[in-house]
């Protein structure tokens, strides 16, 4: 079964689309006018950036022609830091998540991400992931170990993207706890991101959301394998995405909280099931 990295920023907006007294046919156009941020940058764009975004600046050489694909160009402004990385995948770049990506991602960092206090900030020229035109910008900064020995991340960010339906946009701030920073292994990567933010553009609207059980994201998986964000301040509004309990597969739920209705949500197909 192929799988896509899908990024939460979609899953998210599908909640938006989602009427809490409507058919399944009304949810399926109302899914429609969600994909509009489909694959596109966080909560969190770090499943379909995390190669770009994380792995670069690292003490660990790693080959971006196997994790971006053979396609991108990779070029630094020093050989020590402060320094910029610029990621190129030109006018089309697919990778080994099956991504297609073009134009640049501009890493300004201070240091490597590992270093506590180590900054570093995202930008986009021209950059599209998949159909979809990503703008805006992402800050994270090393805050440190946890008590478990993992590095906190702060993320904060003002992301859009625009697609034949017109723009979503995104501001937020989230703690991205990194297990596995330590090694140079990929394989024993693993995020969990918690935070807050404010989705806009969809159906003239904006909603609040907030993480009440950290996504867990593992390497190796195409999908968030746990986790339950809240949508909508109210009953009226809103409802309860839930990844699931730790299996790896491309299912989730969705409860609307007026009426308590449970949808499945297929991450592969971007369907209701």
Same mark, same amino acid.
């Not at 399926?28 to 509009?36: G, I, N, P, R, V």
């Not at 610029?86 to 590992?114: E, Q, R, Y």
């Not at 979809?132 to 478990?148: F, H, P, V």
């Given at each position: 079964?192929?799988?896509?990295?899908?990024?939460?920023?979609?899953?998210?907006?599908?909640?938006?689309?989602?009427?809490?007294?409507?058919?399944?046919?009304?949810?399926?156009?109302?899914?429609?006018?969600?994909?509009?941020?489909?694959d596109a940058s966080a909560v969190n764009d770090?499943?379909?950036?995390?190669?770009?975004?994380?792995?670069?600046?690292?003490?660990?050489?790693?080959?971006? @022609?196997?994790?971006? %694909? +053979?396609?991108? =160009?990779?070029?630094?402004?020093? #050989?020590?830091?402060? !320094?910029? $990385? @610029?990621?190129?995948? %030109? +006018?089309?770049? =697919?990778?080994?998540?099956?991504? #297609?990506?073009?134009? !640049?991602? $501009?890493?300004?960092?201070? %240091?490597?991400?590992?270093?506590?206090?180590?900054?570093?900030?995202?930008?986009?020229?021209?950059?599209?992931?998949?159909?979809?035109?990503?703008?805006?910008?992402?800050?994270?900064?090393?805050?440190?170990?946890?008590?478990?020995?993992?590095?906190?991340?702060?993320?904060?960010?003002?992301?859009?993207?625009?697609?034949?339906?017109?723009?979503?946009?995104?501001?937020?701030?989230?703690?991205?706890?990194?297990?596995?920073?330590?090694?140079?292994?990929?394989?024993?990567?693993?995020?969990?991101?918690?935070?807050?933010?404010?989705?806009?553009?969809?159906?003239?609207?904006?909603?609040?959301?907030?993480?009440?059980s950290p996504v867990h994201v593992k390497y190796?998986?195409?999908?968030?394998?746990?986790?339950?964000?809240?949508?909508?301040?109210?009953?009226?509004?809103?409802?309860?995405?839930?990844?699931?309990?730790?299996?790896?597969?491309?299912?989730?739920?969705?409860?609307?909280?007026?009426?308590?209705?449970?949808?499945?949500f297929n991450m592969q197909t971007r369907k209701?099931?």
């Amino acid at each position: 079964m192929k799988k896509s990295i899908i990024s939460l920023s979609f899953l998210t907006l599908l909640i938006v689309g989602i009427s809490t007294s409507c058919k399944k046919k009304e949810v399926e156009e109302k899914d429609d006018s969600a994909t509009q941020l489909a694959d596109a940058s966080a909560v969190n764009d770090e499943n379909s950036f995390i190669n770009e975004v994380w792995k670069s600046g690292s003490a660990c050489n790693y080959d971006y @022609t196997q994790l971006s %694909g +053979a396609c991108v =160009t990779v070029t630094e402004t020093s #050989t020590t830091f402060p !320094k910029v $990385i @610029t990621f190129d995948f %030109g +006018a089309g770049c =697919t990778g080994p998540n099956g991504h #297609t990506k073009k134009g !640049k991602i $501009i890493v300004d960092m201070s %240091g490597p991400l590992t270093d506590i206090g180590a900054t570093r900030s995202i930008s986009f020229d021209e950059f599209y992931l998949n159909d979809y035109k990503i703008t805006g910008t992402k800050d994270l900064t090393n805050e440190g170990l946890n008590s478990a020995g993992n590095l906190n991340v702060k993320v904060v960010g003002n992301i859009s993207a625009t697609g034949l339906k017109g723009t979503v946009n995104k501001t937020f701030t989230h703690n991205i706890e990194w297990i596995g920073h330590a090694t140079c292994t990929i394989t024993d990567d693993e995020l969990k991101v918690s935070g807050s933010g404010i989705l806009s553009g969809v159906n003239g609207g904006q909603l609040k959301y907030v993480s009440t059980s950290p996504v867990h994201v593992k390497y190796g998986c195409s999908y968030a394998v746990s986790g339950i964000i809240d949508f909508g301040p109210t009953a009226q509004q809103g409802a309860i995405l839930d990844y699931g309990n730790g299996t790896c597969d491309e299912y989730a739920t969705i409860t609307t909280k007026k009426d308590s209705k449970v949808y499945i949500f297929n991450m592969q197909t971007r369907k209701i099931e």
